[in-house]
T-cell receptor, first 113, second 115 residues
Framework: DAGITQSPRHKVTETGTPVTLRCHQT?????MYWYRQDPGHGLRLIHY???????DKGEVSDGYSVSRSKTEDFLLTLESATSSQTSVYFC????????????FGPGTRLTVL | AQTVTQSQPEMSVQEAETVTLSCTYDTSESDYYLFWYKQPPSRQMILVIR??????QNATENRFSVNFQKAAKSFSLKISDSQLGDAAMYFC????????????FGTGTRLTIIP
């Protein structure tokens, strides 16, 4: 257990509304990530953070923003949700080992109607 | 750009038997990591096994082992003595060791265990 929680675990929203997903970790890991999982695509990186206020884009960052004001929290925001953002969203942390493994939270299922 | 290919969308195996899941990847880099993740119906992504590219020895974790063929860019997962709890989606993943934080995933193989 890497001490990662995500909230909410499920959310249904309407097109055009803002949505914020929260990832919380309890072990002070420096690196945190947001991925989305869609059928036929595996997981794809949206954004990641390498410290408080330090973030960078992943491969599918359009339509998403992130913030990290505290080490333990990494927020993913959909400013104006679209149906194409219906997905399962996973937060991950990077373990500080020689393998740099990433460990994942339980996921959030987001449905945009 | 790196790509990861899992050519078997579905596999099945009898309980207690051995099964091998295939993964190939494409990269021009020499230093990288490879991982297998398991995703059961609970949706949780669970790290099964990892391999560093510069280590010749294949990684082993209990009933799980890999066959890492660097020249062929192949990273297969062998599950021995299959158990009902092994039923899940299995994802192969690649990570560069050159500052790129992205894990690149394959599309997954769904493994069914037949009692």
């Amino acid at each position: 257990d890497a001490g990662i929680t995500q909230s909410p675990r499920h959310k249904v929203t309407e097109t055009g509304t803002p949505v914020t997903l929260r990832c919380h970790q309890t072990e002070n890991h420096r690196y945190m990530y947001w991925y989305r999982q869609d059928p036929g695509h595996g997981l794809r990186l949206i954004h990641y953070s390498y410290g408080v206020k330090d973030t960078d884009k992943g491969e599918v960052s359009d339509g998403y923003s992130v913030s990290r004001s505290k080490t333990e929290d990494f927020l993913l925001t959909l400013e104006s949700a679209t149906s194409s953002q219906t997905s399962v969203y996973f937060c991950a942390i990077r373990w500080d080992s020689s393998y740099n493994e990433q460990f994942f939270g339980p996921g959030t299922r987001l449905t945009v109607l | 750009a790196q790509t990861v290919t899992q050519s078997q969308p579905e596999m099945s195996v009898q309980e207690a038997e051995t099964v091998t899941l295939s993964c190939t990847y494409d990269t021009s880099e020499s230093d990288y990591y490879l991982f297998w993740y398991k995703q059961p119906p609970s949706r949780q992504m669970i790290l099964v096994i990892r391999q560093e590219a510069y280590k010749q020895q294949n990684a082993t974790e209990n009933r799980f082992s890999v066959n890492f063929q660097k020249a062929a860019k192949s990273f297969s997962l062998k599950i021995s003595d299959s158990q009902l709890g092994d039923a899940a989606m299995y994802f192969c993943a690649y990570k560069s060791n050159f500052g790129n934080e992205k894990l690149t995933f394959g599309t997954g193989t769904r493994l069914t265990i037949i009692p």
